[in-house]
């Protein structure tokens, strides 16, 4: 069955730093989104792409974050300059056109 | 401001039990509401309700949605130790927005 992937598992970066969450969505879907979950808290709506460009983001989604689909397959989340409070579990989601959409296992960002 | 609510907190219950889970929604065009069950990691899917009154079953699970009085309810039959998970609904609009969960405890 197909499912969405993410990498990596866990990432451990120094507050100041880039990263660059990977994900790849199942294959022939067409709605790409970005949650995160701090721990203990719950899943929080970041950002929603679709035909190649931001559907919808939300409040947290700031200068700070950009998305990108740099090729038929890939899905990234890029964090310019990490803060100690982006530390978060941070899931990415795929769904076809029905709204029943699928989430990947996961990264786990710690930013010390 | 779209939010969805989700009751109880916590659950604690025994192998056997029957539980209903709620999820009360405010979402301004909404669409669908959503229901997963998140073990360790990630949420995975149990069910999509789009239509008022119409119950959605898989095995000892099932949900149903009034879109009158804005809440769903998540029933699960002859609890397992293995249904121990956070319970999380979703509304969809443009966007998703989840609520807290319920914590759900089967003692053996």
């Known amino acids: 069955e197909p499912e969405v992937t993410q990498t990596p598992s866990h990432q451990v970066t120094q507050m100041g730093q880039e990263v660059i969450l990977r994900c790849v969505p199942i294959?022939?879907?067409?709605?790409f989104y970005w949650y995160r979950q701090i721990l203990g808290q719950k899943v929080e709506f970041l950002v929603s792409?679709?035909?190649?460009?931001?559907?919808?983001k939300s409040e947290i989604f700031d200068d700070q974050f950009s998305v990108e689909r740099p090729d038929g397959s890939n899905f990234t989340l890029k964090i310019r300059s990490t803060k100690l409070e982006d530390s978060a579990m941070y899931f990415c989601?795929?769904?076809?056109?029905?709204?029943?959409?699928?989430f990947g296992p996961g990264t786990r960002l710690t930013v010390l | 401001e779209d939010k969805v609510v989700q009751s109880p907190l916590s659950l604690v219950v025994h192998e056997g039990d029957t539980v209903t889970l709620n999820c009360s929604y405010e979402?301004?065009?909404?669409?669908?509401l959503l229901w997963y069950k998140q073990e360790k990691k990630a949420p995975t899917f149990l069910f999509m309700l789009t239509s008022s009154g119409i119950e959605k079953k898989s095995g000892r699970l099932s949900s149903i949605l009034d879109k009158k009085e804005l809440f769903s309810i998540l029933n699960i039959t002859a609890t397992q130790t293995g249904d121990s998970a956070i319970y999380l609904c979703a509304g969809a609009t443009y966007k998703y927005i989840f609520g807290t969960g319920t914590r759900l405890k089967v003692l053996a």
């Open positions: 294959s022939n879907h067409l709605y």
């Open positions: 989601a795929s769904r076809r056109s029905t709204d029943t959409q699928y």
């Open positions: 792409f679709y035909n190649n460009e931001i559907s919808e």
């Open positions: 979402v301004t065009n909404f669409r669908s």
